[in-house]
């Protein structure tokens, strides 16, 4: 067939073809639904539980930031029976990209795809940065005290409040190394970095389920008292301070559908998807509901507001020995979010590029072990450079207003599939049913994702405003430069080698 360029910006993949690339893509299927729960596990915890907690309880909720977690989890919940039910359907590499070609057409695709690279890419090297900081300090520990021309980027901000950018010599290269060097196992296969993924995940959590047991004897109930400390004016404290917590906190929550990009690489993807998607983030919350609890309970909340919160807490827990330990989790935890995240990011620009939106590079498989070593290693090149050059810390906020728009966009989905493909297979439904308006079928799950991850990206945005009003641009700037990219490499290079607006790909729409 073919497709005009003005028609194809909206023309749409049939589901039938999905289903087709679900078998035909050269990838192996060596992912059991334990591996699949490990990799959400892995993507998920690390610099939100790690860093975020504690600016979270000190500058916004106190100790009602455990009312902040529950509620970014439910928005997560919700967007994860979502993921559920798509990436039972649609059991492909790509994810959300994916699902969103098949139902809103080609342009809603790139966005969920560049969207993805703020979530993933950018997020990666936030990561790596927050993994520089603990390195160096438990390096420091032993002595050994690594120069801070090699543990700051390029570019930072002198001054939040008027946005001044200075240029100092400094390169952040333990950040751009650690990056590189998870790129490594990514390149012999999917099964040798699950079995990596596997024993770091295990480690961290058990250093995090260790941090509760030993702090259970620490708390004093006093510092739960009051557990929502009365609203100081804007975001500080009271309820708006939980809902604003809740936004920062959704940043810890990152990862978890990282599952759905491993949908081609799934043994039996209908069943273990779902499973891998609602294990990953069952587990997680678990964690960091059982973590705040303790954090908030040890140490006074507004003694928190510092890069390593749970080292405070160690330190007034009076186990010096125990703070070493707590380090050492965070250099594993970080690494093992650094890995799925350089995954779950090749895995979609792997069906980006097989669609023709982006260059032949992501998608071209290594002869021997099946795996897109050519995309791996441009992506985690640009990771680094990232890492050891840009201002990161400026981006938590704006990776998880990315993520928050995302996850309503996948809601979305849902509801627009079942109206426009009322007829296909679903092996897993999501719960508690819907509603009918002018024959329109609603799902009750999908629109409360849809409400809750608003409310989510809602506090980040009037932050974003808030600061440009305040002298400060510079978040503005960054994500209006993102989208302006995006947008520029969509226009003079995806839409012009698009397979199925060009009419080379079967079943378009």
């Not at 002198?158 to 333990?174: F, K, P, Y």
């Not at 404290?237 to 810890?252: D, E, K, L, N, T």
């Not at 609890?293 to 390593?308: H, I, S």
């Not at 849902?414 to 296909?424: A, D, K, S």
Request: charge should be neutral; hydrophobic fraction near 50%.
């Amino acid at each position: 067939m073919t497709c005009d360029r003005k028609n194809g910006l909206f023309v749409r993949k049939s589901v039938d073809q999905v289903r087709i690339e679900s078998v035909d893509h050269g990838l192996k299927r060596s992912l059991g639904p334990i591996d699949l729960m490990f990799l959400g596990v892995g993507s998920t915890i690390g610099a939100g539980i790690y860093v975020m907690t504690g600016t979270a309880a000190a500058t916004f909720a106190g100790p009602a930031v455990l009312i902040s977690f529950v509620i970014a989890g439910f928005a997560c919940a919700f967007a994860a029976l979502c993921y559920a039910e798509l990436a039972s359907t649609m059991p492909v590499s790509g994810s959300s990209y994916t699902y969103a070609y098949a139902t809103l057409g080609e342009v809603a695709a790139w966005t969920m795809g560049w969207l993805i690279v703020l979530e993933y890419g950018v997020a990666g090297a936030t990561v790596a940065v927050g993994f520089s900081g603990y390195f160096t300090s438990l390096f420091g520990d032993f002595g050994i005290h690594i120069p801070a021309v090699l543990t700051t980027p390029l570019i930072h901000v002198a001054d939040a409040g008027t946005g001044h950018v200075s240029i100092d010599g400094s390169v952040n290269l333990v950040a751009a190394a650690i990056i590189l060097l998870v790129t490594v196992p990514l390149l012999f296969g999917v099964s040798q970095s699950a079995a990596v993924n596997s024993v770091i995940v295990t480690i961290k959590a058990g250093i995090l389920v260790a941090f509760v047991a030993i702090g259970v004897g620490a708390i004093d109930p006093a510092n739960w008292v009051p557990f929502i400390p009365a609203n100081e004016g804007g975001f500080s404290y009271g309820w708006p301070g939980v809902f604003r917590a809740a936004s920062v906190i959704f940043f810890a929550y990152i990862g978890f559908e990282t599952v759905s990009t491993a949908g081609a690489e799934a043994r039996n993807p209908q069943r273990d998807l779902p499973i891998g998607i609602l294990g990953a983030l069952t587990i997680c919350t678990l964690l960091y509901i059982s973590v705040a609890a303790v954090l908030t309970g040890v140490v006074p909340f507004r003694e928190l507001g510092v890069p390593d919160p749970l080292g405070v807490a160690v330190e007034a827990m009076h186990k010096p020995w125990f703070a070493l330990v707590i380090k050492l989790g965070a250099v594993i935890g970080l690494t093992s979010v650094l890995l799925v995240l350089s995954y779950g990011q090749s895995r979609v620009f792997f069906a980006m590029s097989r669609d023709g939106l982006m260059p032949p590079l992501f998608a071209r498989l290594h002869p021997k072990y099946c795996t897109p070593w050519g995309g791996t290693i441009a992506l985690g090149l640009g990771m680094a450079i990232a890492a050891a050059f840009l201002p990161i810390t400026l981006l938590g906020d704006l990776v998880s207003l990315g993520t928050a728009i995302s996850f309503a966009i996948i809601c979305f989905t849902v509801i627009w599939l079942r109206n426009l493909h009322p007829e296909i297979e679903r092996p897993f439904r999501v719960p508690l049913g819907g509603f009918r308006v002018r024959g329109i079928w609603i799902g009750v799950t999908p629109l409360a994702g849809i409400l809750l991850c608003s409310a989510m990206a809602g506090p980040l945005l009037f932050d974003v405003v808030q600061k440009i009003g305040a002298g400060n641009p510079v978040p503005a700037m960054l994500l209006g430069g993102h989208a302006l990219a995006g947008a520029a490499i969509y226009m003079l290079y995806g839409r012009r080698h698009s397979r199925l607006g060009q009419g080379l790909g079967p079943g378009a729409q």
